[in-house]
C-alpha cells in the first residue's frame, strides 16, 4: 500500500518506517522491495552519510536510511526527506558553501530502519511532521510477516 502513493499524483509523499528487534532482517525486507535502492548507514550521525552524494534517479528507485540510531535525525532532515517538487535539496551545507551538493528526490521512496533501542521514539507519536499518518507508514517488524 506505502508503495502505491509513488503512483498518485500528490505533492509529498509518506516515508515508511521500520522497527523493530535488532538483527530481525529489517533492512533485507526493506531492499526486497526494490530493484536498485541506494543504502545509506546513518546510525549516529546527525548528518546525511558521504553516500547520499551518490544517489542517481535514473540509477536508484529508492534511499533507505539504514539503522537510524536517534529519530531526531530524521525530524532534522524533514525538509529533505519530503522532497521537494518544484526544487532540488541541498546536503552538506557549509558556511563557505563549497561542500555543498543538492539532489532532486521529489517522489523517491525513502524508508528508515530503526530498532526498537533508537532514541525519541516517541517522536512517532508527538513530533509535528513524525506522528501523522499523511508523511510516515509505521510497520512493526517482524509482524508485518505474520500479517496475510
Known amino acids: 500500500a506505502w508503495l ?7 505533492l509529498r509523499y509518506p516515508v515508511l518506517v521500520v ?7 529489517k533492512t533485507e525486507w526493506v531492499k526486497s522491495l526494490f530493484k536498485r535502492p ?14 547520499m552524494r551518490a544517489f542517481e534517479r535514473e540509477t536508484h528507485d529508492a534511499i533507505i536510511l ?5 529519530l531526531k535525525f530524521i525530524a532534522e532532515h524533514q525538509d529533505k526527506l ?6 532540488r535539496v541541498e546536503f552538506a551545507t557549509t558556511p563557505g558553501g563549497t561542500c555543498a551538493y543538492s539532489k532532486y528526490l521529489f517522489a523517491v521512496p525513502v524508508a528508515i530502519t530503526i530498532n526498537n533501542s533508537t532514541r525519541n ?3 512517532l507519536q508527538t513530533h509535528d511532521w513524525l506522528s501523522s499518518s499523511r508523511n510516515r507508514v509505521l510497520i512493526q517488524f517482524p509482524d508485518i510477516l505474520t500479517e496475510s
Open 4 to 10: 502505491a502513493t509513488f503512483s498518485e499524483d500528490r
Open 19 to 25: 522497527q523493530g528487534p535488532s538483527q530481525t532482517g
Open 38 to 51: 541506494l543504502e545509506l548507514k546513518v546510525g549516529c550521525l546527525e548528518v546525511f552519510p558521504e553516500g
Open 66 to 70: 539504514d539503522d537510524v540510531r536517534d
Open 82 to 87: 519530503q522532497g521537494k517538487y518544484d526544487a
Open 121 to 123: 521514539l516517541e517522536f
